[in-house]
C-alpha cells in the first residue's frame, strides 16, 4: 500500500504540468504558464484584448495576434489554452467541439488555367464516342 502510493506520488511529480487558460479571461501571468505561450506571445495576446475586445474564436486569435499561426496555435491548445471553451482545430478538421472551425489556411481556391475546364465541366462537356464511331478528323498542318 505505501509502495503503491510513494510510485504514485513519484509519478505525478514527474509528469509536466500543463496550465489550462481561458484567453479572453486569463490574466498575463496565467497566459505564460501556458505551455507554448511564453512571455512575449502573452505580452502580445493581453494587449490585443485589452485594445480590441474577447476574441470570438481561435481564427479571431490568429488573425489578431503577430506570432500566431497554425502550429502556435496548435501547441498552445495542446498546452491547455482555450478560446470561448474550445481547443484549437486545424482547417478541414471538425471534431464536434462547440467554437471548433475550420482554419483558413491563406490559400486561394484551386482554379483552372483559362481555357483549362475544371473536373465537372470535363466530365460533362463532351461524351466519349459511341463504340465502333469513327474518331474525328484532325486537320493535319501544311509543311
Given at each position: 500500500?505505501?509502495?503503491?502510493?510513494?510510485?504514485?506520488?513519484?509519478?505525478?511529480?514527474?509528469?509536466?504540468?500543463?496550465?489550462?487558460?481561458?484567453?479572453?479571461?486569463?490574466s498575463?501571468?496565467?497566459?505564460?504558464?501556458?505551455?507554448?505561450?511564453?512571455?512575449?506571445?502573452?505580452?502580445?495576446?493581453t494587449r490585443e484584448r485589452a485594445a480590441h475586445g474577447a476574441f470570438k474564436d481561435w481564427q479571431d486569435l490568429i488573425r489578431r495576434v503577430n506570432g500566431v499561426g497554425p502550429g502556435t496555435a496548435r501547441n498552445a491548445s495542446d498546452g491547455g489554452l482555450l478560446v470561448?471553451?474550445?481547443?484549437?482545430?486545424?482547417?478541414?478538421?471538425?471534431d464536434g467541439r462547440p467554437g471548433a472551425k475550420p482554419a483558413n489556411t491563406g490559400r486561394?481556391?484551386?482554379?483552372?488555367?483559362?481555357?483549362?475546364?475544371?473536373?465537372?465541366?470535363?466530365?460533362?462537356?463532351?461524351?466519349?464516342?459511341a463504340i465502333g464511331a469513327q474518331?474525328?478528323?484532325?486537320?493535319q498542318a501544311k509543311p
Open positions: 500500500m505505501i509502495r503503491s502510493s510513494l510510485i504514485a506520488l513519484a509519478l505525478a511529480a514527474l509528469a509536466p504540468c500543463a496550465a489550462a487558460a481561458e484567453v479572453n479571461e486569463a498575463l501571468a496565467e497566459l505564460q504558464d501556458v505551455r507554448g505561450v511564453g512571455k512575449t506571445l502573452a505580452q502580445r495576446i470561448r471553451g474550445s481547443t484549437y482545430t486545424p482547417a478541414g478538421h471538425s486561394a481556391p484551386a482554379v483552372a488555367p483559362a481555357g483549362v475546364a475544371s473536373k465537372e465541366q470535363a466530365s460533362t462537356a463532351v461524351s466519349p464516342p474518331a474525328p478528323q484532325v486537320p
